[in-house]
């Protein structure tokens, strides 16, 4: 099986570099995973794939030996599991509780170019303007959110709150992260954007009474 580009080298965060390296990887993952819904595998050639991401052939190579070895690591990245997830959350070196950890993976965005979040906007708008994307791309926002409540057990034990707030909690900051991007122009700088989902996030928070 075709592995994830491991986030973390003996223990510590990836330097500039390399997560440069991963987004790009991940770019070409999810163009990829929308293209084969939409399209279907044996209709999708590398050359569709580079041009939805925005990057060469080559580069879409250098990330994968063969077609074969992205045709499976688009399918292992359709389902976001828990330990990606773990291991993203890990990579934060965050402190606290559920709260905590997604302000931290909201502000990670500045880290982002605006070529990126170019990208990114375009995939949600191919996703959210096909029919026969729709169900896949809900059905991806439901486990991702899913497998974010199971990877935040242990924070939110720690601070007393119950799975079923957690579980409220990682849907409400998935529809919150759609709702921003939806906001988000061509001109959008990722503070900008990472400033505005934090500021949701707060929002949210600020109503939640009594959970932390």
């Not at 709702?179 to 954007?193: H, I, K």
Request: charged content about 25%; aromatic content about 4%.
């Amino acid at each position: 099986m075709a592995r994830r580009d491991s986030v973390k080298v003996s223990g510590k965060p990836l330097p500039l570099q390399a997560r440069k390296r991963q987004r790009t990887r991940d770019s070409i993952l999810s163009a990829a995973w929308l293209l084969f819904t939409r399209d279907g595998v044996s209709d999708t050639s590398i050359r569709n794939i580079a041009e939805l991401a925005e990057v060469s052939e080559m580069t879409v190579y250098n990330h994968f030996n063969s077609r074969g070895e992205l045709i499976e690591a688009a399918v292992a990245m359709s389902q976001p599991d828990v330990a990606t997830t773990v291991e993203a959350i890990e990579e934060l070196h965050a402190d606290g509780g559920p709260f905590e950890i997604l302000e931290q993976m909201a502000d990670r965005i500045r880290g982002a170019t605006s070529a990126e979040l170019k990208v990114r906007r375009k995939y949600r708008e191919l996703a959210r303007s096909e029919p026969e994307l729709m169900a896949a791309y809900l059905t991806r926002r439901e486990h991702a959110a899913d497998a974010l409540t199971e990877a935040l057990l242990p924070r939110a034990a720690g601070v007393g709150m119950t799975e079923q707030d957690l579980r409220l909690l990682c849907v409400a900051f998935s529809a919150l992260s759609e709702t921003v991007a939806a906001t988000q122009t061509a001109d959008t700088t990722p503070g900008d954007w990472a400033d505005d989902l934090v500021h949701a996030l707060n929002l949210l928070r600020a109503g939640w009474g009594g959970a932390r």
